[in-house]
């Protein structure tokens, strides 16, 4: 006997309420190769360096591109310009992140292990900070949504 589908709706309300753990993994390995662009070639090998930098650095993109596109405060917004400005704000924040983990880089250029610990839970830092800022942005939103504006 096959097991009950998820509904459309049991899908989205999981998504929503998951949906900002797609872009962590990504965003920490990215993370972690830009703190330390050595390591990743001495445990895969070169070969495959250039490859996962590459998918890293998409999945992040991707997974803050779509917490934000599903974000309430864009849902009135017609799909264009959702999708416009959730790109934008993922290579903001991107970016942003990667001079940050660039600085701390040039800052402790001798020692690995620190620049890790400092430069990841800075990225954890940075994560947190961002979710609570568009929970914030949300609940403006919430609040205000039912004026007109002029």
Wanted: a positive charge; charged letters at 15%; proline letters at 5%.
């Amino acid at each position: 006997m096959s097991e009950p589908s998820f509904s459309s709706a049991r899908r989205q309300s999981l998504f929503a309420k998951y949906r900002h753990f797609l872009a962590t993994p990504f965003f920490f390995g990215f993370s972690a190769h830009v703190l330390s662009p050595t390591s990743f070639p001495r445990l895969i090998g070169s070969r495959l360096d250039l490859p996962l930098t590459d998918a890293l650095w998409f999945g992040s993109h991707a997974g803050i591109t779509m917490y934000l596109y599903t974000s309430k405060h864009l849902q009135s917004t017609n799909p264009f310009e959702r999708l416009l400005y959730s790109i934008y704000g993922s290579t903001m924040f991107n970016f942003g992140t990667v001079l940050v983990m660039t600085l701390i880089r040039s800052i402790f250029p001798d020692k690995e292990a620190l620049r890790l610990g400092i430069g990841l839970s800075i990225s954890g830092g940075l994560l947190c900070i961002g979710q609570r800022y568009i929970h914030y942005i949300d609940e403006i939103f919430d609040a205000i949504r039912f004026r007109t504006i002029k």
